[in-house]
């Protein structure tokens, strides 16, 4: 007996062997779920209305933008062709300020450090300070006020021409004040408030103060009897001074004339408060005011209560600093006039 194989399966049409096979067809959840409104927010309005017109404002920003900028172009050129056509100069020309040549020796050495500027006028030292005659004035006896104007000289002597407070030693200085007058000085130097009533150079600085040259000074002294803000009776001396102190720079003769020079002008209100209205320890000379004016000096060195020379540094060392608002030898000056760090 033969075994009959069994019929083979039909073939299949080329369009069945693509086709998907059956199965149920599903309906998404959001399909099923109701129609809900949603009103739209002013951020999504603007957005849709930026998306909707953007690509017309772009366009129209565009030609704006290119028309102002041939009409620029149109404005510059003509006004260029104008000045080439009528002879005006096109180009800037840069200015230059003529220095008037310094005295030189015959190894072109300069000749003073102070020719060619309003300190060559000045007194050297202590000499330029004359004081007024000592008269009765108030309460204060001739022989008070006498008294009261030798210590103020003194103090300026102390405070700007001699060595100690120059190399910043304030002792002999503040002996001249009033015993209760000292505590507050001595803070203010710490600070570095002083430059109003006293000078100090920065140790180490280069260029280096020159004492051979002396320190040229011009100013005046005045007084009158008043009374201070606490009701005492005292003399107020009021000083005026400009102090001028040369430093040793480097081939100054190639500077215009005072590039080495510092100059200091200031207005102190001395106080020599009346014996009979306060205590031993506060009978003397006290500071009641003290306002100047530095030129030429580094704010560095300032800000500490020292002067620096400022002269030309590479650039990238270079620091801003202000300019003096007006002429500080000038009799115009007033106290607060000019630089300030």
Known sequence: MTDTPPPADPARRLDQLFAPAEEAVRIPDWMRQPEVEHELTRA?????????????????LAVLLVLGLLGFLGAAGYGFVRKVHDGEQVLPVRSRDVTPPRPVDADGNTLGVFLGTPAERFVEGKAS?????????????????????????????????????LQDDPEPFLTLLAPDARAALK?????????????????????????????RVRGTVEYAATT??????????????????????????????????????????????????????SRGLWIDAADVTVLNSTCEAMRKGFIALEYDLPLLQRWPEPEATGDIYADSWRPGDGEEC
């Not at 109003?196 to 150079?201: C, K």
Request: proline share 7%; charged share 25%; glycine share 10%.
């Open 129 to 165: 300070i004359t004081l007024p005659a000592a008269r009765r004035t108030g309460p204060f006896t001739q022989q008070q006020v006498a008294g009261a104007l030798a210590k103020v000289r003194a103090a300026l002597v102390e405070g700007r021409l001699r060595r100690p407070m």
């Open 228 to 281: 201070d803000r606490d009701g005492i009776r005292v003399l107020a001396i009021t000083t005026r001074f400009v102090w001028v102190y040369s430093f040793d720079l480097f081939q100054a003769q190639k500077y215009p004339p005072g590039a080495e020079l510092i100059t200091l002008r200031d207005q102190v209100v001395w106080h020599l408060p009346h014996p009979d209205d306060v205590r031993p320890g």
């Open 187 to 215: 803070d203010d130097l710490a600070e570095g408030g002083n430059l109003g009533y006293a000078t100090r150079i920065a140790p180490r600085t280069d260029p280096g103060w020159v004492a051979e040259d002396g320190i």
């Open 44 to 60: 999504e309005r603007l957005r849709l209305g930026w998306e909707r017109h953007s690509g017309k404002l772009l366009g129209g």
